[in-house]
């Protein structure tokens, strides 16, 4: 195993909510510029049906993206701070991210 690799790992399994966080934001920040776009959004979610099969309901179009939820100042991107704040307001995220601790 690389060493990037167990540090994602560490991170994801050990890390706080703010490291979780970032990890989710950047796997949707596709070109590293510290905003994820509609575009992004829809290749990550759109790959993600993929690898679960191309049967996978519902299809993913342009419309799906739900990014003006989490874009709280409506300017089209969405940026670490609006992410963590989007999170932070839904208990079921928060405890989700609790199931990726682990004892490794």
């Not at 709280?72 to 992410?83: A, C, F, P, R, S």
Request: net charge negative.
């Amino acid at each position: 195993m690389s060493l990037d690799f167990l540090n994602i790992l560490s991170k994801v399994s050990r890390g706080s909510v703010n490291e979780k966080l970032q990890w989710v934001f950047n796997l949707y920040d596709l070109n590293g510029d510290g905003l994820i776009t509609k575009a992004e959004m829809v290749d990550v979610v759109s790959s993600i049906y993929e690898m679960l099969g191309r049967a996978t309901q519902p299809a993913v179009d342009d419309t799906s993206a739900k990014e003006h939820m989490i874009d709280l100042n409506k300017d089209g991107v969405i940026t670490i701070d609006e992410l963590i704040k989007w999170c932070s307001r839904d208990e079921n995220f928060l405890r989700s991210l609790e199931t990726l601790d682990t004892v490794l």
